[in-house]
């Protein structure tokens, strides 16, 4: 397995490798691995001849106020990690070698970015697109892989590719989950034993709407409220949103005739965690 720090170096890898007629398969991370991203890596390791792995905590990705500087960092567990899985490269670039002195582009893909995280997050998306299309240049993968849990970002960057005719094939896979049904983060690394036992109610909760739709809910608001009274029955859990989406356009839907993105953010003391599921009547 190969580590490479320059992007020059990285796109030069990539050219040799679809001279020789190989495919290239890129998980895209910001390091702090876990099952989720072992589970994408494996993916792209048994569709693609060469898997990259990008390990870039990304600054413009984060507010003011948020974890840049505390956001987990252990390239060498990480190393081992994806060696184990059959990465070939990990591509490690600094903050310097992806925006340069006097960088000036940015890429927003308007109304996704806007709402459910983009909401509370502003700017979030828009360093997430302009990374994400930074590192495709870069690296010129055949086949992208994201995970469902980041459901928003999975939207965002499979509009983005579309608009800008960049021709990678986005794969989205599913949300890879703990025991008691917690999906899993690097950001769970935060929580203490009893936040831990506590977080189990975000999913608690998607399991209750889900429920509630098969048994022949429509009515989002009445579904949210229920969602909302479960959560709050934990003292360490402050809810951010609760939205119930269109899957495509992820506008609000008051009545569910079809399938939808129930999506959840919620403070667990002082980590901010996400989830979601799709449903269908």
């Known amino acids: 397995m190969k580590i490479i720090r320059s992007t020059k170096e990285m796109n030069s890898f990539s050219r040799k490798a679809h001279v020789k007629g190989k495919t290239v398969g890129f998980v895209p991370t910001m390091g702090a691995l876990h099952e989720g991203h072992v589970s994408l890596i494996r993916q792209a390791a048994a569709e693609n001849d060469i898997v990259v792995v990008s390990i870039f905590v990304n600054p413009i990705q984060f507010g003011p106020n948020e974890d840049y500087k505390r956001y987990p960092r252990n390239l060498r567990l990480d190393a081992q990690l994806c060696e184990k899985v059959g990465t070939d490269v990990i591509f490690c670039p600094n903050a310097q070698q992806m925006y340069p002195a006097n960088y000036k582009t940015y890429v927003n893909v308007s109304d996704l970015s806007d709402c459910l995280c983009g909401k509370f997050r502003p700017g979030h998306f828009k360093g997430v697109a302009t990374a994400v299309t930074k590192l495709f240049n870069i690296i010129s993968p055949d086949i992208a892989y994201f995970g469902q849990k980041d459901a928003q970002q999975a939207s965002i960057i499979k509009k983005m590719t579309e608009d800008l005719n960049i021709p990678i094939k986005i794969k989205v896979m599913p949300t890879v989950r703990e025991k008691d049904g917690l999906a899993m983060s690097s950001r769970n690394a935060y929580l203490n034993k009893e936040e831990r036992q506590d977080a189990a109610v975000v999913y608690q909760a998607l399991i209750l709407a889900k429920n509630l739709i098969k048994q ?33 356009d992820l506008k609000p839907i008051d009545k569910i005739r079809g399938k939808v993105l129930i ?16 449903v269908k009547p």
């Open 216 to 248: 022949g809910g429509v009515d989002s608001s009445g579904i949210i409220r229920k969602m909302r009274q479960l959560i709050n029955r934990k003292k360490s859990a402050r809810i951010q949103y609760i939205s119930i989406v269109d899957p495509k």
């Open 263 to 278: 999506a959840l953010s919620v403070w667990i003391g002082k980590t901010r965690l996400i989830d979601n599921i799709v």
